[in-house]
């Protein structure tokens, strides 16, 4: 069983920088993929970026690139998400998401099997 707390949303201007983290609890997580998810009010549930379980490979949907960084660290069990740049449409609640272990990195939500309670990022324009 993986538990995940994500932290670091809040009010940001756009323009601006939010940084945020997940802890992850068990041993797994370091044989574990994981991805930030996002949804917006009235939306679906959208993809931000994943990261393979070394950190080695990374992925980010098309607005996230060059925009966000995704690391994670296992000494610590945590993965983060660096977002700059921010602009109002990436107002959202923010999930972290792990997947099963030794399993391949992935930007489809519904290959995720342990999620984050999110956090609120909103941005003002």
């Known amino acids: 069983q993986v538990q995940l707390v994500e932290s670091g949303g809040g009010l940001a201007q756009a323009g601006g920088s939010l940084r945020l983290s997940c802890a992850a609890s068990g041993r797994t997580f370091s044989s574990s993929p994981m991805g930030w998810f996002r949804r917006a009010p009235g939306k679906e549930r959208e993809f931000i970026a994943a990261i393979s379980q070394s950190g080695e490979s990374t992925y980010y949907t098309g607005s996230a690139k060059g925009r966000f960084t995704i690391s994670r660290d296992n000494a610590k069990n945590t993965v983060s998400l660096q977002m700059n740049s921010l602009k109002p449409e990436d107002t959202a609640v923010y999930y972290c998401?792990?997947?099963?272990?030794?399993?391949?990195?992935?930007?489809?939500?519904?290959?995720?099997?342990?999620w984050g309670q999110g956090t609120q990022v909103t941005v003002s324009s």
């Open positions: 998401a792990a997947r099963q272990r030794w399993t391949s990195i992935s930007s489809n939500w519904r290959e995720y099997r342990y």
